[in-house]
């Protein structure tokens, strides 16, 4: 007995054992349907009786265990079946012959046997025979379970002789004594006649005809019987056999109390037949048994369960036989058989810790030498066992040897699909599943030490069979799963024999399906290199698209009703779908950063690195990269170009890694942080590019609102200058350039600029458009730089003011205002230079020019794009007005602008005023010079509506006249300044320079008063001839401009002679008279009107004569201001008459 | 001069080891193997004793099993953390008691290391 059966199970001690052979040549496929249909019939309701006989059917059974079978007589083969093809009669006699050889073999335990012949048809089939039946071929044999049935019936007539003429055996007779083949050569002259012989033969029959009424399903007699035999066998001490009696008492007390039997699968089939719960009813009182074998009416069981084994007496029984039998060396597979069935029946009792003692036992059961596939056996069935009882992990330990024992080095072919099917069945015990999304989240589940070890087992096992996808899949799943874990030199080596497998067949991310129908799920690399952040990159300031105002508001309308709504703006939508609040434009390259990092100790290359996009035709350009060994994170650029248009969604990404292609879904990533990853994609929008004539400044423009400039370009222009500025536009992209709308912001407000800084004319422009990609129009801005001329700082030294004042009051001497411009040349003294460095310090202007453009699909759309260039102006100080003042003219109407006109330049510098020659100034010299100006009538300017207006808004409103008033006299002044040497030129401006004194004296009183003397207009310098003798008319007009009556005045006119040496003489009454009075009263006189007054004046003697007309000091004319009383003064040449000579 | 292995492991379902340590540091595996197949009866003999009061439970479980070379004993906490230790089989200085208190020590040892504010409850302890 070598061969132990590991299937076995206490109830296959109530089972005759039919042994069903193929002979001749039978086609495998065939013997084995009929093989299944013959093993269909295991349990036979026997004729005339309650009882049932259970069959247990082999197609194998090796004759050494045969002779164990008076031992236990479920091992002995009491039924041959055997198959046989047979074409033609000619062959019979030789197949019967066969039959006949192969009963032999089975021969002395044989009780009956039966032959079933296939194929052969015709005169022998047709005669009836018993032990043979003829089926004309394997698809037409109907009868094949009836002939099994009556088979059965004949082997249970000749086993039922066979009890009853053992159990009514007298005991005067001779017993004979039962052994197994080991024993027998014991017993050879021992004493036949001594009690303790004749104990030992009745222990053994009795146990022995328990075991045949266990056979024959007298289930309560074989407990009896057992009961007995194993009273006699203690008393002799014998010890296997008492082993065996045990045995016998618990595999019936199991039939009884579990008729579901303890075999698992096999139980189960048996339950499955609707005559066997039948019987079960009938040999079971219903309800005396639950499926966990405890009785439930336990009163009623007693009087026949008496000799029944309770449930824990069967599992003490069952260590007392295998202690008994483990004194026998020989006895190792009934020893290890027994412990098996032992365990089945502590599986179904749920006590799992005895079972794992019983299997730790038949752990260490040593058989003789077993072969490699005997071994796996074992193995396997008692991973099976383990796997019955709940200890998974034993269980898969097993299974794992078994695995490698397939595998061994001693087995010439090792069976390499073998274990890696036994392997992959491990998996659960190792807590291992071959899907990584399993280990994506949370902490390791399971052994890590343990899963390790098994999966490069996996991965070997695969090599060797020669798969090597597979290989690779599971390779990849080590490195994906166990990352951690692994040390560095393991991260080497597994990436190296990585690397070396995937070089003949690459990682792919399909299933791999396995022939046992398990799906593999591709194992992406999500830890190569791990992405910590994905993060959707704006385009470029300069080529993001805009949505045009008017449209935005249609847009937003549609969306929703409402124009604010907190439902909306907190929508808990996933935070990965979350939109984006800027566009990527159809065409233009788009870009996703990463920020990835590398886990292992060595650089490591991704290839083929793109994304996976959704929603929308992308273009992704891939990248490669190499991150340095365990970097810390690191920005990776993804680019891509959206092809069509519409929501674009970024799903994940792909690498190709050691040679695996992995598609990384953000999904499935643990811990990585986006700013949402689905962002619209609008149409195609131009692209402009723009180059100016000016050199690119270093200055960065950063302007509030947080536009990026594209380019910045700088000039040095001197204060004044005017520069052209040419910019090249080019249509870089695929779409025609259509709209083109061109805006300018003043950056740095500080200086007062006068003027337009910038302007332009975009209509030239215009003119070239729609711009075809490639080509290039041009664009000329005007800078003017005007900043304030002024020295407000005074650091200048003043002129030395030469005394004349500058009051409202008219001078009285007209000769004294002889105006020439005064060159009075006064260099700046040495100690002062220093001084001037701060005052020529340079000041910037920066400003923005802003290109807003459109066209293509975009552009249909509402976009467009905004393209800013940074404008960058340092202004030098060209000159400067230290000081400005007036000088009233000769004439009431005129007036003398005196400027102090510095020049802050290195360079001689001319500057020239309109109807002024030209004013040569050195490099820091200053000089004054004098313009003859009219004077202004600002009347026209906006007034100040009434006094009731606010005062800040009177202020600025006064503010904004004056810059009028200054603008106005600046035209009428025309000053330009003019670098000879560096060939420059430009305007300057007396803007900020006027102030309220200044503009007062220039301007224009509103009293408007005309003095005629005879009729001819008196102003200035101009001299009225008179006759002495005759009366002259004087006529004082006074028209009135301003907006308020004004008078009455009253006005005396005195004569004087001016000697022109400082000496006026008023002492002309003898000289002068008044025709009527020397006073004047006028009334008042309304705005817009005027009135004249007449008067007449007689010269008595010759000479020349001024007259000066005073206001009486009186109070209304004190409320006016004195300019408005400005009044020419008359210079009147009174003659001699022309004496006419009559002759 | 006696192998000794000792290993903490998380409670289920993760199961995974929180800590092991083995005196003779070759052949590691197979300690691995020893300790991750006991847990089958640590699990058999906490669910058996699943109806006992916990107060009242005994947390040494004693012998797990033995094997021809290694004993192998358990002890398991409140919160179902399991220690495993395996020693060897030959040495028998060391009793019921002397295991019991070697667990015992552990066990604080362990509380400690739980106390530790910079500890995350399931990462892998690492002993100086």
């Not at chain 1, 003949?504 to 791999?512: A, D, N, R, V």
Request: include cysteine; glycine fraction near 6%; proline fraction near 6%.
């Amino acid at each position: 007995m070598s061969v132990p059966d590991y299937m076995q199970c206490a109830e296959d001690h109530q089972t005759l054992l039919v042994v069903v052979q193929p002979i001749g040549i039978v086609p495998e496929e065939s013997f084995f349907r009929i093989y299944k249909r013959i093993s269909a019939v295991s349990q036979v309701n026997v004729r005339d009786s309650q009882r049932v006989l259970y069959i247990r059917y082999r197609h194998h059974y090796p004759p050494e265990n045969n002779e164990w079978g008076d031992f236990q007589t479920h091992r002995k083969v009491v039924g041959l079946i055997t198959i046989t093809d047979c074409s033609s009669a000619k062959d019979w006699p030789q197949t019967f012959e066969k039959f006949h050889l192969q009963k032999e073999m089975y021969g002395s335990t044989l009780y009956d046997s039966r032959l079933f012949v296939f194929g052969l048809q015709g005169e022998i089939a047709e005669q009836p025979r018993t032990d043979v039946a003829f089926y004309p071929s394997y698809d037409d044999c109907e009868t094949v379970e009836k002939r099994i049935e009556d088979f059965i019936e004949s082997l249970f007539i000749v086993l039922e002789s066979k009890r009853l003429d053992r159990a009514t055996d007298k005991s005067g007779d001779k017993i004979p004594l039962l052994c197994v083949p080991f024993e027998k050569k014991d017993f050879v002259g021992l004493d036949t006649d001594s009690r303790h012989y004749k104990k030992r033969c009745q222990g053994r029959m009795r146990k022995h005809v328990g075991d045949l009424c266990l056979q024959a399903g007298m289930l309560q007699d074989s407990l009896v019987h057992y009961h007995m035999a194993v009273e006699l066998l203690r008393s002799v001490n014998d010890f296997l056999w008492l082993g065996a009696a045990l045995e016998g008492l618990c595999s019936a007390s199991v039939i009884y109390h579990y008729p579901g039997g303890t075999g698992g699968k096999v139980g189960s089939r048996r339950a499955q037949g609707g005559s066997f719960s039948a019987e079960a009813g009938n040999r079971h009182r219903p309800g005396a048994l639950t499926s966990n074998g405890i009785n439930a009416d336990t009163s009623a069981e007693i009087g026949r369960a008496k000799n029944c084994l309770s449930p824990e007496d069967i599992i003490d029984k069952y260590k007392e036989a295998i202690s008994y039998y483990g004194k026998y060396k020989n006895a190792g597979v009934i020893e290890l058989e027994a412990c098996v069935k032992a365990v089945r029946v502590l599986a179904i009792q749920k006590r799992s810790m005895e079972a794992s003692e019983f299997l730790q036992n038949a752990v260490y059961i040593n058989l003789r030498q077993l072969s490699e596939e005997e071994k796996i056996q074992r193995y396997s069935i008692l991973s099976e066992l383990y796997e019955r009882i709940g200890f998974h992990r034993k269980s898969a330990f097993f299974k794992r040897i078994a695995a490698m024992q397939c595998a061994a080095p001693s087995i010439p072919e090792p069976g390499w699909r073998a274990c890696y099917k036994l392997l992959l069945e491990t998996l659960p015990g190792y807590s291992l599943s071959l899907d990584p999304k399993d280990f994506s989240k949370g902490t390791h589940r399971g052994w890590a030490a343990v899963q390790m070890r098994l999966l490069h087992e996996l991965v070997y096992a695969s090599r060797r069979m020669g798969n090597p996808a597979l290989c690779v899949r599971h390779l990849s799943f080590l490195l994906q799963t166990m990352l951690d874990f692994l040390s560095d030199q393991e991260k080497k080596d597994v990436t190296q024999s990585l690397e070396s497998y995937t070089a003949k067949c690459p990682g792919t991310m399909e299933f791999i399906t396995l022939p046992d129908g398990l799906k593999l799920p591709p194992v992406p690399f999500t830890k190569l290199p791990i992405v910590r952040s994905v993060k959707l990159l704006n385009l470029p300031t300069s080529l993001r698209p805009h949505k045009m105002k008017s449209l935005l508001g249609q847009n937003v309308s549609t969306k929703s009703p409402f124009i604010y709504s907190p439902i909306i703006a907190h929508s808990r939508g996933e935070e990965r779908n979350k939109k984006i609040d800027f566009q990527w434009v159809q065409g233009d390259v788009c870009e996703v950063q990463l920020m990835v990092y590398n886990p292992m100790p060595f650089e490591l290359r991704v290839e083929n690195m793109g994304l996976l996009t959704t929603g929308v035709e992308f273009e992704s350009l891939p990248a490669a990269l190499s991150l340095p060994a365990e970097s810390g994170l690191y920005p990776v650029t993804l680019v891509g170009v959206p092809q069509t248009t519409g929501q674009i969604t970024v799903n994940g990404y792909h690498t190709s890694v050691f040679g695996v292609f992995s598609d990384c879904l953000l999904d499935n990533l643990p811990g990585v942080k986006t700013n949402g990853c689905t962002v619209e994609v609008i149409p195609a929008l131009p692209r402009l590019q723009i180059s100016t004539s000016l050199p690119r400044s270093a200055h960065i423009l950063q302007p509030s609102s947080g536009d990026e400039i594209s380019t910045n370009v700088s000039v040095q222009l001197y204060n004044g200058e005017t520069q052209q500025l040419i910019i090249k536009l080019e249509n870089i992209g695929t779409e025609p350039l259509e709209k083109l709308e061109v805006t300018a912001k003043t950056v740095n407000t500080k200086e007062k600029l006068y003027g337009d800084f910038l302007s332009w004319k975009l209509e030239d422009t215009l003119s070239q458009f729609p711009l075809k990609p490639g080509k290039i129009a041009t664009f000329t801005v005007n800078i003017k730089v005007k900043l304030d001329f002024s020295c407000q700082e005074n650091l200048l030294q003043d002129l030395s003011d030469d005394g004349i004042s500058v009051s409202g009051l008219p001078l009285s001497s007209p000769f004294r205002q002889v105006v020439k411009p005064r060159v009075e040349t006064k260099p700046i003294n040495p100690q002062e230079s220093s001084k001037v460095g701060d005052f020529s310090h340079v000041k910037t202007l920066e400003a923005i020019l802003n290109f807003k453009y459109s066209g293509g699909p975009g552009h249909v759309e509402g976009y467009y794009r905004n393209l800013s260039l940074g404008l960058h102006v340092e202004v030098e100080p060209s000159v400067f007005f230290t000081r400005v003042s007036t000088l009233p003219a000769t004439s009431t109407r005129q007036c003398h602008l005196l400027l102090d006109v510095f020049n802050s330049t290195e360079h001689e510098l001319t500057i020239s005023a309109r109807n002024n020659e030209d004013l040569i100034l050195h490099a820091g010299e200053c000089q004054r010079m004098a313009i003859q100006v009219d004077k202004f009538n600002f009347e026209s300017f906006p007034e100040s509506p009434t006094d009731g207006t606010q005062f800040a808004n009177a202020k600025q409103l006064e503010e904004e006249r004056q810059q009028a008033k200054g603008l106005e006299i600046n035209s009428k002044l025309d000053i330009c300044w003019k670098i000879p040497s560096l060939k420059r030129e430009g305007e300057a401006s007396v803007e900020g320079v006027l102030n309220q004194l200044v503009l007062e004296h220039l301007q224009l009183a509103p009293l408007q008063w005309d003095i005629l003397v005879d009729g001819k207009l008196c102003d200035c310098d101009i001299v009225v001839d008179c006759k002495v003798g005759d009366p002259i008319p004087l006529e004082v007009k006074l028209t009135n401009w301003s907006k308020h009556s004004v008078g009455p005045f009253a006005l005396t006119v005195t004569p004087y002679q001016d000697y022109q040496n400082g000496v006026h003489n008023y002492e002309l009454q003898d000289a002068i008279t008044f025709v009527g009075s020397n006073t004047f009263y006028i009334d008042s006189v309304k705005p817009t009107k005027d009135s004249v007054y007449f008067g007449a004046l007689l010269f008595l003697y010759t000479g020349d004569f001024y007259l000066n007309i005073k206001f009486h000091e009186d109070n209304c004319s004190r409320e006016l201001p004195l300019s408005w009383f400005c009044l020419p003064s008359v210079h009147i040449r009174a003659m001699e008459p022309m004496v006419q000579t009559k002759l | 001069e006696w192998p000794v292995l000792v290993s903490v492991v998380c409670s289920p379902p993760q199961n995974y080891p929180l800590y092991i340590r083995s005196v003779p540091t070759e052949n590691e595996l197979k300690f691995h193997y020893t300790v991750h197949t006991s847990l089958d009866v640590v699990d058999e003999k906490i669910s058996a004793m699943g109806k006992a009061l916990v107060d009242q439970r005994e947390l040494y479980l004693g012998l797990l099993y033995p094997t021809e070379d290694y004993k192998v004993y358990g002890y398991v906490t409140n919160s179902k953390v399991k220690f495993v230790m395996v020693v060897d089989s030959s040495n028998t200085a060391l009793r019921d008691n002397e295991i019991r208190s070697m667990f015992r020590k552990l066990h604080n040892s362990y509380t400690d290391i739980m106390c530790n504010p910079f500890y995350n409850p399931g990462d892998r302890i690492h002993s100086r």
